[in-house]
């Protein structure tokens, strides 16, 4: 089956820092680096690296290069006039950051750029830093084709009830959670899972009458740019292979851990071998 992936590409110019500067100061930096990025460039790299078939739909800039995402069917990223996105990552000296975004073409994707949902019911996975509409109409046109639905909520809004019902998984951090609301107020719109990733603590899966927690697997965090992307993707990617809930969140916090090991937000992407070498059984 197929992962689609609805999201964003950015050109990530990542910036080491001893802190991360509070407003109204100043600090010098270590050194800085470019590279890939973007919540679904990153989400479709984690399904490719993993194996699994995933197409990407996303809009860009001429300066995007294709080489980037070796394994993704780009056949559906738009080339726009606009540039690529940038995101300006400030990465301090504990691996934690702060991240800025530049949507650039991102912000012109739109619902006529989607492709159909067609043959065997795979996976949508969506994100927020493209147009509410084109992730409004992506996930009413995967459901109504029997999809299963994936929505990161990241960056975090308000979002209509309309989209709720629509997601089967919902995966928001725990500061996200808080701009979006109770799990149970979100279960109650029609949600049927919501996931919500907790960094170094794991991360707890709620679905109506039952909230159980997953543990973090243990990791020498280097950068954790991208972890969160590495996590959806992989969960997608496990879903999508017809595992369970709980069994592709299992995995999914195995993969996120693993990508926090180098700097990049792509640089240590976990590949299958690699999650079963960590413990758990991905074949």
Known sequence: MTVVVVGSVNIDLVVRTPLIAPPGHTVIATGSSTGSGGKGGNQAAAVARLGGACRLIAAV???FDPSSLPGVDLSLVRVTAEPTGLAVVMLDSIGENAITVVPGANALLAPADLG???????????????????????????????????????PAHSLPDSLLADVDVLVPNEHELAAL????????????????????????INRPGDVRSVPAHPVRAVDTTGA????????????DTGRDLDTAVRLAVVAGALATRAVGARAALATAAEITAAGITAA
């Open 61 to 63: 800039g001429p300066d």
């Open 116 to 154: 159909p949902f067609t043959g065997p019911p795979g996976v949508l996975l969506a994100s927020l830093e493209v147009p509410l509409p084109a992730v409004l109409a992506a996930a009413r046109a995967a459901r109504a084709a029997g999809w299963t639905v994936v929505l990161n909520p990241a």
């Open 181 to 204: 609301g109770d799990p149970d107020d979100l279960l109650a719109t029609g949600v049927g899972a919501v996931v919500v990733t907790l960094g170094a603590a794991g991360c707890r």
């Open 228 to 239: 969160g992307d590495a996590f959806c993707g992989a969960l997608a990617w496990a879903l």
